[in-house]
């Protein structure tokens, strides 16, 4: 089987926490809301089970409770993206099968952990083929260890159906990101990453758009817009106003409780729960985050979605 996409996605698709309760256990609730909330925003999807997901935390029956909750409460008003992680590519294919089954409409999936490109390729290949959905490359060698050349990439977009995406997130990706659109010819779209830090200069270089975990998705969806409606000054000044919330907010290996403590602040979620082993913040920190927060004039009482706001310039 093989998908037929005329690659349309684009966008902002937030990389989705998993929500949990304050006992570790699943909390459909609040993962009920944080969709309905993102349905507010006005996201053009949502992106789930990544590491932000802590979808490497996950049994396989909780696996499955998370897709078919999101699926089931967006309710085909936009798209749901799964992350696919497996040491092979029968265990990704059954992944990727489930996905599909319980509705999602794509699916990003981290390479195979072998440094080879054709078993790559073959990988990657057998996981399209097997699906009616289309497959995004997850390229983000800092976590799966494995490297990804353009070369690779564009052979792989032009050769296997159903490969139609692509969520870059490996140094330098604006260099990376151009290398492989001149390589691929338009054949693959390109979503960023890496907490949107490069946001504004990927989308000057052409990406389709973003998924990345950040607790404030409306500041991001107004960047997109902005962009789109071809006012660059209007994005520009909106992306160099939130960027100091940005840059903060994606922090290696502590971001995930930053966003859960937003998400619990603004009243979307229950509880900030991660499944060990996962830093949580000090109160120091808290403190500062919620300083950064007010500093770009955001607010973190449960007040809904908030607009996009650039300060009237002295």
């Known amino acids: 089987m093989t998908p037929s996409n005329p690659m349309k996605l684009q966008g902002v698709l937030p990389i989705l926490p998993t929500p949990f309760t304050d006992e570790g256990a699943i909390d459909e609730v609040s993962l009920r809301r944080l969709i309905d909330f993102e349905l507010n925003v006005g996201v053009h999807g949502v992106s789930i089970l990544g590491f932000m997901g802590e979808a490497h935390r996950l049994s396989n029956t909780e ?20 992350g696919v992680l497996a040491f092979g590519a029968a265990g990704a294919i059954e992944q990727a099968r489930e996905a599909q089954d319980l509705g999602a409409h794509g699916v990003f999936v981290a390479p195979i952990g072998v440094q080879n490109d054709e078993v790559i ?28 050349s353009p070369k690779l990439i564009a052979r792989m977009a032009n050769e296997i ?13 604006l260099a990376k990101m151009s290398r492989i659109q001149e390589l691929a010819q338009n054949s693959i779209g390109i979503f960023g990453g890496l907490g949107a830090v490069y946001f504004l200069e990927e989308l000057q270089r052409g990406s389709r758009g973003i998924m990345t975990g950040f607790a404030f998705p409306e500041i991001l969806l107004a960047v997109y817009d902005a962009f789109r409606a071809e006012d660059r000054e209007r994005a520009a000044a909106l992306f160099d106003h939130y960027v100091p919330l940005i840059r903060y907010e994606f922090q290696p290996k502590i971001g995930l409780a930053y966003r859960k403590f937003v998400y ?5 979620i229950d509880s900030t729960f991660i499944r060990p082993p996962g830093l949580q913040m000090d109160d120091y920190t808290a403190t500062e985050l919620v300083a950064i927060i007010e500093r770009v004039g955001l607010d973190l009482n449960p007040n809904g979605v908030q607009p996009a706001v650039i300060p009237p310039q002295p």
């Open 161 to 173: 159906d159903g490969v139609n995406y692509i969520k870059l997130e490996d140094y330098p990706v």
């Open 264 to 268: 619990q602040k603004r009243g979307i």
């Open 121 to 148: 390729f073959d990988y990657y290949a057998s996981v399209a083929n097997a699906l009616d959905i289309p497959v995004a490359i997850h390229d983000f060698p800092e976590s799966f260890r494995t490297i990804l």
């Open 63 to 82: 696996r499955k409770q998370v897709v078919e909750t999101v699926v089931n409460q967006a309710a085909g008003s936009f798209p749901t993206w799964v």
